[in-house]
């Protein structure tokens, strides 16, 4: 778990989400901790959990503190290395990036997360983005971005009741994969072509489109704008058929038509 560039704002709501992280892990659980200002730092490397609550990660969440700028890169790095470390193949592996969304993210960042990510018949490390912070001031285009990369959930929190909700009640919920390698097929009648397209990318070629994986309750969404040079051809016979193609949490290969 890593944290790093938390304004004063959101450094309460940042603690809080650490503490209600600590409060779900079991007995046996393994997790390191990297805060990142301008250089980052290792405060927990490899600490086996006693249980929820664990008294040593509990004290380095309230002992968190906010810095100005956050050396984004760097911290990544150094997150990733201690989550292959203990890597296990059999085990939920993550990392739970908390920010304000003040982060600089370059496509060298990107590339790092998307390697770590991009298992695709196996348990891969997979990100899940935390903001925190004024919802006027919050920043979500590089959480988004490395979530994408990431594979991960992406949530916000801008009161700490929501963060004991999330984090704390429903914490599977959002470090678990629901479906893996989402890909979405879309047939469109004769006559049709597509005019505009607003979602991650598109391709007639399906190896081509970057599969996404979903936590529970995420969504894939995509918009298109579509149009027809003949639309008198059409009948209520003419065919517009989509399906969703994905593995389960085990990565079962299933298919699934609308």
Same mark, same amino acid.
Do not use: E, K, Q
């Given at each position: 778990? #890593?944290? +790093?560039?938390?304004?004063?704002?959101?450094?309460?709501?940042?603690?809080?989400?650490?503490? =209600?992280?600590?409060?779900s892990l079991q007995a046996g659980d393994t997790v390191s901790l990297v805060a990142w200002g301008p250089t980052p730092r290792t405060l927990l490397d490899s600490h086996?959990?006693? #249980?929820? +609550?664990d008294s040593l990660f509990s004290a380095h969440c309230r002992a968190m503190e906010a810095y100005? =700028?956050?050396?984004?890169?760097?911290?990544?790095?150094?997150a990733y290395a201690l989550a292959q470390k203990n890597f296990g193949a059999d085990a939920i592996n993550r990392i739970v990036l908390i920010s304000d969304g003040g982060a600089n993210v370059g496509a060298t960042d990107e590339t790092l997360i998307a390697g770590y990510a991009d298992d695709a018949d196996g348990e891969a490390i997979t990100l899940l983005g935390v903001g925190v912070g004024d919802p006027w001031?919050?920043?979500?285009?590089p959480m988004n971005a490395v979530t994408d990369a990431g594979k991960g959930a992406c949530v916000f929190f801008d009161r700490q009741d929501e963060v004991q909700r999330a984090l704390l009640e429903r914490f599977l919920q959002h470090v678990e994969v629901a479906a893996r390698n989402v890909r979405v097929e879309l047939t469109l009648p004769p006559s049709f072509k597509m005019l505009e397209f607003h979602g991650e990318e598109y391709s007639t070629v399906p190896s081509e489109v970057e599969p996404q994986h979903l936590a529970m309750n995420d969504v894939l969404v995509f918009h298109q704008v579509v149009d027809s040079c003949a639309p008198e051809v059409l009948t209520d016979l003419s065919e517009l058929r989509v399906v969703a193609r994905y593995g389960d949490s085990l990565s079962v290969a299933k298919t699934r038509p609308f």
């Open positions: 778990m #890593g944290w +790093g560039g938390l304004g004063n704002t959101g450094i309460d709501r940042a603690r809080a989400a650490c503490l =209600a992280i600590a409060g086996s959990v006693s #249980g929820p +609550g100005g =700028a956050s050396n984004f890169h760097d911290g990544l790095v150094a001031n919050y920043n979500d285009t």
